[in-house]
Every structure is written in C-alpha cells, then in structure tokens.
C-alpha cells in the first residue's frame, strides 16, 4: 500500500482564497459555489500543530461525504454538482487537491455550533461533576464517567473565533439568535441525524460519544447540513468492544493526539509543539480504521 499524500497547505492561484482554517482552505468559485479543500492539518485546543497527520483530509473528505449521501432524507446538504475539472481545468492544481475537495453551494453559515451528546465524556463530565447538569440540562445522580446518557441531549455553543474556544449556550439563546422556527429546525434535525448515525455505526463497531454539526441557509430560508459530518475530527468515535463505563474509552479521533498533549509541559497557546512520528503514525492509523469501520464493514 502506497504512503498516503500529504497537503499542509494548499496553494491554487486560480481562485480566490476566502479563508484558511484550522483543517480547511476555502476558495470562491463563483457567486454560488464554494471549493473547500481538507488539509492534512491538525488542530488541538484551538492550536494548529506544525505536523500534519498524512491522509487525514482524504479520510476526512471521504467519511464527510460518505454522511452527506448517507443523510439527504434527513436535510439537505451544501454539496453542489459541480465536477472538480470543472472547478480546476489545470490538472495540477486539480492533482494537488484530488480526493480532498469538496464543490459546495455558498450559504450563510448559522452563527450557532449544534452539538449533540449520547455520552458523558469531556466538558460536559467536568459540568456534570460540578452540578449535576450539562449545559444546564438536568441527569440522574451517580452517573459514571463515559456512561450513556439516558437519551441523546442537544447542547449548542457559539461560534468562536479562529483561536478563540466556543462557549456552550442555553436554547434560549439560539431562539434570540435564529428565532424560534429555525432554532427548533436545527435542534431536531441534530437530535435525528446523530441518532440515526449512532444507531449505524454501533452495528460497525463504532460508538459516537458525541459530534458536532454545522449548518447553514440559502437566500430562501431553506436548512442545509454543511461544513463537516460525523469525522473523527467532528465528533468523539469510540471502539465499541473497548468501552467500560468509568473509564475514559480509547478514541478513533483527536483525543488521542490531545491525551498525548496533556502529559507535556505546554500552555496551550500558540506555537503547537512537535509531534513524535509514532503519536503522527499512530494518529493516521486511527483516522483510516475508523474510516474503514464506517464505510466498509
């Protein structure tokens, strides 16, 4: 098996580059379409690393499209019909991002991160701990660490600055900010989407402890799924025959790398530090097997 490529960057002079992410390069096609293109970057409390981890933005391109199609009877999504020869007639800009572009409909991003928990693992154990809510959502007493919440919960957050962490909300305040309709569109269609997702990835082996969506809207009103869905950089993936509640489950996703990051004397700000090649193959490794346990078991 060939190495997979690896792209830190991308560099296409033919568009206009709109904005350069944490993981994602994002480019104007036209006044409709948009070309996203999926790094090999990797980014940890809110800090891009200096190493990228190969293959990652093919696996994530592929598990993101795989949930686009996947979904469609759920809502709809941003990806447009456009081919990528279309979008890039020179065949070395369009080598250079091959299998790690996505052509998607321009939309207006909602100003509100839907995330949805099956799971009580990370901010939402340390909220729990501290009084017995997640995001002001009331749980039975004595829950364990990683234990499987009683049913799913929805619990948005803003959406932050590059750089800066995205604070939980109440859903309140995604009424204030998307009004009631819209609010309560986007919190059904979460709730539906990760439920049928984790329904069919435990039957892969995979338990979705949480994920994150994005969505957005077109000049009509009408809901779009975009940005990214159901990745292993989106959501925490756990092996299902690994999961004890009590203990923090081994990870598909960046959890890993973020574990690693935890035992080393950094601040977490700016610059990342180094990774060790076998934190970087190990990591690479995780991304193509959860891949594999998704999409061909």
């Given at each position: 098996?060939?190495?997979?490529?690896?792209?830190?960057?991308?560099?296409?002079?033919?568009?206009?580059?709109?904005?350069?992410?944490?993981?994602?390069?994002?480019?104007?096609?036209?006044?409709?379409?948009?070309?996203?293109?999926?790094?090999?970057?990797?980014?940890?409390?809110?800090?891009?690393?200096?190493?990228?981890?190969?293959?990652?933005?093919?696996?994530?391109?592929?598990?993101?499209?795989?949930?686009?199609?996947?979904?469609?009877?759920?809502?709809?999504?941003?990806?447009?019909?456009?081919?990528?020869?279309?979008?890039?007639?020179?065949?070395?800009?369009?080598?250079?991002?091959?299998?790690?572009?996505?052509?998607?409909?321009r939309l207006r991003p909602l100003p509100v991160e839907a995330i949805v928990?099956?799971?009580?693992?990370?901010?939402?154990?340390?909220?729990?701990?501290?009084?017995?809510?997640?995001?002001?959502?009331?749980?039975?007493?004595?829950?364990?660490?990683?234990?499987?919440?009683?049913?799913?919960?929805?619990?948005?957050?803003?959406?932050?600055?590059?750089?800066?962490?995205?604070?939980?909300?109440?859903?309140?305040?995604?009424?204030?900010?998307?009004?009631?309709?819209?609010?309560?569109?986007?919190?059904?269609?979460?709730?539906?989407?990760?439920?049928?997702?984790?329904?069919?990835?435990?039957?892969?082996?995979?338990?979705?402890?949480?994920?994150?969506?994005?969505?957005?809207?077109?000049?009509?009103?009408?809901?779009?799924?975009?940005?990214?869905?159901?990745?292993?950089?989106?959501?925490?993936?756990?092996?299902?025959?690994?999961?004890?509640?009590?203990?923090?489950?081994?990870?598909?996703?960046?959890?890993?790398?973020?574990?690693?990051?935890?035992?080393?004397?950094?601040?977490?700000?700016?610059?990342?530090?180094?990774?060790?090649?076998?934190?970087?193959?190990?990591?690479?490794?995780?991304?193509?097997?959860?891949?594999?346990?998704?999409?061909?078991?």
């Amino acid at each position: 098996m060939n190495p997979p490529s690896v792209l830190f960057e991308s560099s296409i002079t033919s568009l206009e580059l709109l904005n350069r992410g944490k993981v994602r390069d994002i480019y104007a096609i036209d006044d409709e379409h948009l070309l996203i293109v999926t790094t090999d970057r990797i980014s940890a409390f809110d800090v891009v690393l200096p190493d990228p981890i190969p293959g990652k933005g093919l696996v994530l391109t592929r598990v993101a499209k795989f949930w686009f199609e996947r979904t469609r009877h759920i809502i709809a999504n941003h990806l447009a019909d456009l081919t990528l020869q279309q979008v890039l007639p020179d065949a070395a800009e369009r080598q250079q991002v091959q299998g790690r572009a996505m052509i998607v409909k321009r939309l207006r991003p909602l100003p509100v991160e839907a995330i949805v928990r099956g799971y009580l693992i990370g901010s939402g154990w340390k909220d729990y701990q501290r009084s017995g809510n997640v995001c002001g959502i009331g749980l039975p007493a004595g829950m364990q660490l990683a234990e499987r919440l009683p049913e799913a919960i929805y619990t948005p957050s803003t959406k932050a600055e590059q750089g800066e962490h995205d604070e939980n909300i109440a859903y309140a305040r995604t009424e204030e900010l998307l009004g009631r309709e819209l609010a309560a569109k986007v919190r059904d269609s979460s709730l539906r989407l990760y439920r049928e997702a984790a329904d069919y990835a435990l039957q892969r082996g995979i338990i979705i402890a949480d994920t994150k969506f994005e969505f957005g809207t077109d000049a009509a009103g009408n809901l779009y799924l975009i940005d990214e869905a159901l990745t292993p950089d989106s959501s925490r993936f756990w092996p299902a025959d690994q999961y004890h509640p009590g203990t923090s489950p081994p990870s598909f996703d960046k959890q890993f790398i973020r574990d690693y990051l935890e035992k080393l004397d950094w601040d977490k700000t700016p610059p990342g530090p180094r990774l060790p090649e076998d934190i970087i193959e190990k990591s690479s490794a995780k991304y193509r097997e959860a891949e594999r346990r998704l999409t061909q078991g």
